[in-house]
């Protein structure tokens, strides 16, 4: 069982960033595909990023050239460094683990002005 637990989460204003961290718990970081993916009001949850134990990123379209995905497997951790926010940004963000299907309990990202 790997727990995941996401912090960084906040209320910014269009055109901020922020910085989201995924933390594991397990010694064995390094052979976990990480995903990023985010749940708006009244919207279903959608994929928003992904790196695999290789380090090869993904991105939806919609965050590609605004949202950075990263690892540090010296500390369990995924970080997502999300830029120029938008107000459609706004969500519940969740980390989601392979192998296993693991999932966080998420944090917040609200952008308004």
């Known amino acids: 069982q790997v727990q995941l637990v996401e912090s960084g989460g906040g209320l910014v204003q269009p055109g901020a960033s922020l910085r989201l961290s995924c933390a594991a718990s397990?010694?064995?970081?390094?052979?976990?595909?990480i995903n990023w993916y985010r749940q708006g009001p009244g919207k279903q949850r959608e994929y928003v990023a992904a790196?695999?134990?290789?380090?090869?990123?993904e991105y939806a379209d919609s965050v590609n050239g605004r949202f950075i995905i990263s690892r540090d497997n010296s500390e369990s951790k995924v970080y997502l460094q999300m830029n120029r926010l938008k107000s459609e940004d706004t969500g519940v963000y969740y980390c989601?683990?392979?192998?296993?299907?693991?999932w966080g309990q998420g944090t917040q990202v609200t952008v308004s002005s």
């Open positions: 397990t010694r064995l970081f390094h052979i976990y595909s």
């Open positions: 790196i695999d134990r290789d380090g090869i990123t």
């Open positions: 989601f683990a392979q192998p296993g299907s693991f």
